[in-house]
């Protein structure tokens, strides 16, 4: 990325979330990316022994504080002190976890003008828009996203979509099906079918479950993987239990082998309710990967109907039954619907594209 700076503007990053994923692996995205550029200091606050505060970054600085979560009062008092000490030009709220709630409270405090990237697209309170009239800009990942905080952000000055973005050389892995296969235990003539999200409603896993006891009934070489964590796993363990599914459908747990993965599956499915983005479709495109989705909140954005995946109703099992049956039985389909998702994410979803826009935003925000 190349920009060009009269000033060196400092910017100070709060993540606060304790695992490295989803929205914290975007702030390393961007923090790397613009470590590259000398118009920019960074530091980053982030929760003492989240996995964000032992990564390893060029330039970047990095303060851990004792924070417990969303009504810490005590985390806030430890954030506002590193900021009152920096000083920084602007401060990017990158989680939630309360951090949007502190982040607007600093900003209120010390003057010092914040932006706010909000990744969900779930509905908030009519409170909400005290909370961002705090932010000199407000940032959604998505149109999806945008549509719901908009609402609340009447007085806020800049408003706009920066989407996510993915790794090309991570998550552009050779296949090793072979090692898949070893790994998980799956018969060499299977067709894969993989879920990444948490187990929770909204993800949809359930009814992949359903769709998986009707597709047994007319495919003998199909094997489901779904990889993830929630207060769901007992509840899909049961329905497993109950339409007898264990040699089909396999509870695999949470990974950090997304990357791995991914290249050795047939077809991504991804069944959800909401969805702010989804950025595990990005890393399907990547890897070339067919994906099959629904059309909520951000996944528009990333998959086009025959054009770039398959998409179906939420909640529609014989929808998702018909998408993968299609996927089975057209495998010039499968890798066509794989190709093309890949080259809308290579052209749309760049962590270059991604920084870029974030630097032209703080400009603006300290030049105004």
Not at 205 to 230: P, S
């Amino acid at each position: 990325m190349s920009n060009k700076h009269s000033f060196d503007i400092n910017v100070l990053h709060i993540e606060l979330g304790r695992h490295l994923y989803g929205g914290a692996k975007q702030v390393t995205y961007l923090i790397d990316a613009l470590d590259k550029d000398s118009g920019f200091t960074q530091q980053l606050v982030c929760a003492a022994n989240s996995e964000i505060s032992h990564y390893s970054f060029a330039r970047c600085k990095t303060f851990s504080i004792n924070y417990k979560g969303d009504t810490d009062l005590i985390g806030f008092k430890r954030l506002l002190v590193v900021v009152k000490r920096i000083r920084p030009d602007v401060i990017h709220v990158h989680s939630r976890r309360g951090a949007d709630v502190w982040g607007a409270l600093v900003a209120k405090v010390t003057g010092i003008p914040a932006v706010c990237t909000r990744r969900v697209d779930n509905t908030e309170g009519k409170l909400a828009r005290f909370k961002y009239r705090e932010y000199e800009a407000v940032v959604s990942i998505s149109e999806g996203v945008h549509n719901v905080v908009s609402k609340h952000c009447d007085k806020v000055k800049y408003q706009g979509i920066i989407h996510s973005a993915v790794d090309e050389e991570e998550y552009g892995q050779p296949s090793d099906q072979q090692w898949l296969r070893n790994k998980f235990a799956i018969p060499h003539h299977h067709f894969v079918i993989a879920n990444f999200a948490q187990y929770i409603p909204r993800k949809g896993q359930a009814d992949l479950i359903l769709a998986m006891r009707e597709l047994t009934t007319q495919f003998n070489n199909l094997t489901c993987l779904l990889f993830g964590k929630g207060s769901q796993e007992e509840h899909y363990k049961s329905l497993i239990d109950r339409y007898k599914l264990h040699s089909n459908v396999k509870l695999c747990g949470f990974t950090n082998d997304v990357a791995s993965i991914l290249p050795n599956i047939d077809v991504l499915v991804h069944p959800a309710y909401a969805e702010g983005l989804g950025v595990i479709l990005l890393q399907a495109g990547i890897s070339k990967r067919a994906v099959i989705t629904t059309p909520v909140g951000g996944i528009p954005e990333i998959i086009k109907h025959k054009e770039t995946g398959l998409m179906v109703s939420p909640g529609d099992i014989s929808g998702l039954v018909q998408a993968v049956s299609l996927l089975i039985a057209k495998p010039k389909e499968k890798i066509a619907l794989g190709k093309a998702l890949h080259r809308h994410v290579k052209t749309h979803f760049s962590i270059e594209n991604m920084a870029r826009e974030y630097a032209a935003l703080y400009n603006q925000i300290v030049k105004a």
